[in-house]
C-alpha cells in the first residue's frame, strides 16, 4: 500500500522558515518523482516542486525559486521541502505526491501526473 504522509508545517511569522518532510513507502524514491503541492483557500493547487532521486531531475516554481529547496534521503524514504524567507502569500495546505513515472519536468509540474497522495500539513504564514 503506497504511503506518503508530510509532517513540519506550522503558524510562523513572514520571514520565517519551516522544513516539510514528506515520508513515503520503502523504495517508493527509486522508481517515483515526489512532488509537493499547495493549496490556499479558494485556489486552485499549486505544484511547488518536484524531485526525482532515481534520475536526479528536478523542478522548481518561479513562484518560490530562491526560497525553496527540495531534497531527499533515499536510506530514510524522505523528501523534504526547505522553505526560507517565507511570504503571507505562502500560506496554504502543502501535500507530496508519488509520480506515476520516475521523471520530473524541468518546465512544469502537473498534479494529474501524480497518483498517490497524502493528507496535507498547513502552513500559515503571518505578516
Known amino acids: 500500500q503506497v504511503q506518503l504522509v508530510e509532517s513540519g508545517g506550522g503558524l510562523v511569522q513572514s520571514g520565517d522558515s519551516l522544513n516539510l518532510t514528506c515520508t513515503v513507502s520503502p523504495d517508493t524514491l527509486n522508481y517515483h518523482s515526489i512532488g509537493w503541492f499547495r493549496q490556499a483557500p479558494g485556489r486552485a493547487r499549486e505544484g511547488v516542486s518536484c524531485?526525482?532521486?532515481?534520475?536526479?531531475?528536478?523542478y522548481t516554481a518561479d513562484s518560490v525559486k530562491g526560497r525553496f529547496t527540495i531534497s531527499g534521503d533515499n536510506a530514510k524514504n524522505t523528501v523534504f521541502l526547505q522553505m526560507n524567507s517565507l511570504k503571507p502569500e505562502d500560506t496554504a495546505v502543502y501535500f507530496c505526491?508519488?509520480?506515476?513515472?520516475?521523471?520530473?519536468?524541468?518546465?512544469?509540474?502537473?498534479?494529474?501526473?501524480?497518483?498517490?497522495w497524502g493528507q496535507g500539513t498547513q502552513v500559515t504564514v503571518s505578516s
Open positions: 524531485l526525482s532521486l532515481g534520475t536526479g531531475s528536478t
Open positions: 505526491a508519488r509520480g506515476f513515472g520516475r521523471w520530473c519536468s524541468s518546465r512544469y509540474l502537473m498534479d494529474t501526473d501524480f497518483g498517490a
